[in-house]
């Protein structure tokens, strides 16, 4: 079954440390890989995705992810940590020959970024 | 979050009655879904919308009926629901030439 793994439930950082949030997935062929983060009462915002090509994308607001096919991991991260970074993140992959289109997501990992 | 917009942000509802959520997506996509997030679980993808035809039911109750009269609307009818569909529900589109979605803000609802 295709599954994607966010093996941490919350991730506790300093401000202005580096940040890594986990993922894992199991899919079959070269699947689509992103990362979507959740404020409190507000829908899924996108950060990033990769396709194809180099295996560190940038997103926004600092964000970036690296994808290890070996280890089939795509892990999200950030340089300095900001306060305001705090909130729910989630991992997920679509299969490109899926023509639902449809996300299988990952649990989700709640960051907290302390003053 | 203005590209995707969902009404109402909140509701509350008996068993017994009927209601119906809103989604509309003003990006010019072609795919619209709806999802249920719950609390200490995964994101559920409910349904998909291809080019207002619907490609995907994961084996969702009946209780739950989906309409999508064009590519930019998008309804979920709700009747008989169990105090077990209070949740987050979440409208996303997408264009098939990029694979990310865009959700809405979601309706929380309160089935009583």
């Known amino acids: ?115 | 979050e203005t590209g995707v917009t969902q009404t109402p942000r909140h509701l509350v509802m008996g068993m017994t009655n009927k209601k119906s959520l809103k989604c509309e997506q003003h990006l010019g996509h072609n795919a619209m879904y709806w999802y249920k997030q719950s609390a200490k679980k995964p994101l559920e993808l409910m349904f998909v919308y291809n080019f207002k035809e619907q490609t995907e039911n994961n084996s969702v109750p009946s209780r739950f009926s989906p309409e999508c009269p064009n590519s930019s609307h998008l309804f979920l009818h709700l009747h008989t629901l169990q105090p077990e569909d209070s949740a987050l529900y979440l409208c996303a589109s997408s264009q098939e030439a990029a694979p990310e979605q865009y959700f809405g803000p979601g309706t929380r609802l309160t089935v009583t």
């Open chain 1, 1 to 115: 079954a295709q599954s994607v793994a966010q093996p941490e439930d919350q991730v506790n950082v300093a401000e202005g440390n580096p940040l890594t949030v986990k993922c894992t997935y199991s899919v079959s062929g070269n699947p689509y890989l992103f990362w979507y983060v959740q404020y409190p009462n507000r829908g899924l915002q996108f950060l990033l995705k990769y396709i194809t090509g180099d295996n560190l994308v940038k997103g926004s607001y600092g964000f970036e992810a690296e994808f290890n096919k070996s280890q089939t991991s795509f892990h999200l991260k950030k340089p300095s940590a900001l306060v305001s970074d705090s909130a729910l993140y989630f991992c997920a992959v679509r299969l490109p020959m899926d023509s639902s289109y449809k996300l299988i997501f990952g649990s989700g990992t709640r960051l907290l970024v302390r003053p």
